[in-house]
């Protein structure tokens, strides 16, 4: 059974960074691309980056980049989101997916307040 765990979100104040992480198990996860996505109040689901089954390659959304890094530990099985310079706009729920297979994360809160 395929599972997608986040962690690492929480309350930080603009201009300070949060590194979220999404453990994998169930599937072979060195074989797939991965994405986060982030849901803010009220907003429709948006994509944030993109990273390649290899990691040789990454996309981002123009609002994050610069100040977003995707990456991935293939032997530990694990995505992560570094997020620094974080603004108000900034606060969603963020979701780690498996894009090619519609596997989703339940999500975690990122609150960026002063």
């Known amino acids: 059974q395929w599972e997608l765990v986040e962690s690492g979100g929480g309350l930080v104040q603009p201009g300070e960074s949060l590194r979220l992480s999404c453990a994998a198990s169930?599937?072979?996860?060195?074989?797939?691309?991965m994405r986060w996505y982030r849901q803010a109040p009220g907003k429709d689901r948006e994509f944030v980056a993109h990273?390649?089954?290899?990691?040789?390659?990454?996309v981002y959304t123009e609002s994050t980049q610069g100040r977003f890094t995707i990456s991935r530990d293939n032997d530990k099985n694990t995505l992560y989101l570094q997020m620094n310079n974080l603004k108000p706009e900034d606060t969603a729920v963020y979701y780690c997916s498996v894009p090619n297979k519609n596997y989703w994360g339940q999500g975690i809160q990122v609150t960026i307040s002063s």
């Open positions: 169930g599937f072979t996860f060195r074989n797939f691309c």
């Open positions: 990273i390649y089954s290899s990691a040789n390659k990454t």
